[in-house]
T-cell receptor, first 113, second 114 residues
Framework: AQSVTQPDIHITVSEGASLELRCNYS??????LFWYVQSPGQGLQLLLK??????LVQGIKGFEAEFKRSQSSFNLRKPSVHWSDAAEYFC???????????FGKGTSLLVTP | DADVTQTPRNRITKTGKRIMLECSQT?????MYWYRQDPGLGLQLIYY???????NKGEISDGYSVSRQAQAKFSLSLESAIPNQTALYFC?????????????FGEGSRLTVL
């Protein structure tokens, strides 16, 4: 069955530290891959997406993600976290011939001073 | 003004009541979606619509119905609300020309069923 797994429910990092949020998927073929961010009281906003080509993709707010086919992973990274990055992060996967996304359960990021 | 607007933003109701959540968009997108978010469960797709005449069930459509009144309007109804429908509901739109999955979300409608 198709699935999206975000192994970490909560992550706490210090401001200025680096960040990596994990995402693993189980799909029959290379899917479309996304990271969304949800700030408190807000809807979800697209951070970045991977369709094809370069496996390292750049997004908004200084985020990047790397698609690793061999590991079925699409981890999100940021070199230096800011307090405003505290939010819920969702990995999402879609089939190339599909119609909608399958979302992970989310990772809640807390940023400490 | 928000491109995807949901009303109401918050609603408290009682078991058995009929509830309608409305969504309107100014993005000009044909595709619209209703998702439900529960803490620790991510987002689950309730219904989606690719145009006014095309309505499809998602993974958790039981207990819900929808109406696509126009390209810009997509409403979600709970005919007889029950407490386990307490959740945060999101409307979203997409433009297939941008590739599948790039969704634009409203700010959410928080529903509490007592």
């Amino acid at each position: 069955a198709q699935s999206v797994t975000q192994p970490d429910i909560h992550i706490t990092v210090s401001e200025g530290a680096s960040l990596e949020l994990r995402c693993n998927y189980s799909y029959g073929a290379t899917p479309y891959l996304f990271w969304y961010v949800q700030s408190p009281g807000q809807g979800l906003q697209l951070l970045l997406k991977y369709f094809s080509g370069d496996t390292l993709v750049q997004g908004i707010k200084g985020f990047e993600a790397e698609f690793k086919r061999s590991q079925s992973s699409f981890n999100l990274r940021k070199p230096s976290v800011h307090w405003s990055d505290a939010a819920e992060y969702f990995c999402a996967v879609g089939e190339r011939t599909g119609y909608a996304l399958n979302f992970g359960k989310g990772t809640s990021l807390l940023v400490t001073p | 003004d928000a491109d995807v607007t949901q009303t109401p933003r918050n609603r408290i109701t009682k078991t058995g009541k009929r509830i309608m959540l409305e969504c309107s968009q100014t993005k000009g997108h044909d595709r619209m979606y209703w998702y439900r978010q529960d803490p620790g469960l991510g987002l689950q797709l309730i219904y989606y619509s690719f145009d006014v005449k095309d309505i499809n069930k998602g993974e958790i459509s039981d207990g819900y119905s929808v109406s696509r009144q126009a390209q810009a309007k997509f409403s979600l109804s709970l005919e007889s609300a029950i407490p386990n429908q307490t959740a945060l509901y999101f409307c979203a739109t997409s433009d297939p020309a941008r590739g599948p999955g790039e969704l634009f979300f409203g700010e959410g409608s928080r529903l509490t069923v007592l």
